[in-house]
Each structure stands twice: as structure tokens, then as C-alpha cells.
């Protein structure tokens, strides 16, 4: 059996991970975990780096033989994360690749001995949960009983090569799109009923960098201390 602490941003994701990512990895005997930044009770929010890193070490150290990892979104991420701020005309792979390099590296200095070179497995979504979603559009519409909506996101989905690089305009932000076409639309339970619908196979098509950490997390082997 391997543990593997996922520290997120928020309900949301905390919700994803328990209902979405953890059924995927169950048949490996690999069993997620979701911690959400923050003291007991926090409803998430606030994303700076001084939190999640005080997170992580926390979750390293208190379980020296199982992995950490992280899923958070770049957008609206603290500019006080490692590898911020990011050079202009970046790719959108290249933004995460960066910040989650900078981040492992960080890591690594701060506790050379507790093996964070393997067990710490920095992951950011680009740009957003939501991104995620628009997988599969009319599934997306449908799980949050919005059927008539499915044309509307398959016309923001073609915009773009994959999900992951619809935009992080404050306007233009996937969870901005879905809340200009639905404003009823809740994060939480919205969110998590449209990614049961999409499912983790389409999700883990359509979007690459998701993609490579899905298949980083099924590889996990046990650790021992």
C-alpha cells in the first residue's frame, strides 16, 4: 500500500481528488489524500507559497515513507512562488514546468534528508480546475444539468490546441467562461459533479500535463523509511 498526501488549494479540488483521482489509483494500491492548505477547518483560498510550502514539509516529515504531491491552479497563484515571476511569451506547459521545478528544487535544499527529490511530486493545473472540465464539453454541460450549454463550451473549447490552455485573463479564465454562460454555477459541487462526467480517460486525453502526472501517480511504488 502507498500513501500519497495531495495538498490543494480548496473544496473544489479536495472534492476532485476524493471522487475523481483516488477511485483511479485504488486498483494500484495506491490511496490519495487530499489536505487542503491551511489550519484545521480552512475552506482553502489565498494560494501563496508560503503556506503550501509550510504544508508540504509538514506532510514530509510526518510521514517519511509516503509521497507528496500538489494541485494547485496557476492561475491566480502568489507571485512569491519559486520561479515567479515568469518570463513573458512562455508556453503554457513551460509556465508549470518552471514553477514546479523551482518548487521541487526548493523543497530539496530545505530537507535534503527526508528524500524529497523522490517523494515530493510538485504538480500546478493549468490554468485552472475548471480547465479540466472542458474535456468533453457537452459532458461538462450536462453534469451541471446544463444541457443547452454544450454548444457554448465546444465553441471556447475550439479555441484553443488543449482545455489546459484556455487563458488566465481575469475575464477569460475557464471558471470566468463557465460563470459568464452560467452564473449559478458553484465551484464545489457544480465542479465536481461536471468532472464525474467528463471523467478522468477523457481528461487525461485532452489535457498533456495532467496527463504526465496521472501517469507519475500510477507508477508510485512503496516506500520504507
Known sequence: MTLLYVVVEGQTEESFINDVLAPVLWPRQIYAIPIIL????????????????????????????????????LYGLGQDFPGMPLPPNLRSADKVTRIEQAMKADIVRLLPDRRPDVRFLPYIQLHEYEGLLFSDPAAFASGISQPHLAQQFQRIRNKFTSPEDINDDPKTAPSKQVLAAHPAYRKVVDGTLAARAVGIEQMRQECPHFRAWLQILETLKPLTN
Open 38 to 73: 491551511g489550519p484545521p477547518g480552512h475552506k482553502g483560498g489565498n494560494t501563496n507559497y508560503a503556506r503550501v510550502r509550510k504544508d508540504v514539509v509538514l506532510q514530509l516529515k510526518q510521514h517519511p515513507a509516503e509521497y507528496c504531491t500538489t494541485m494547485l491552479d
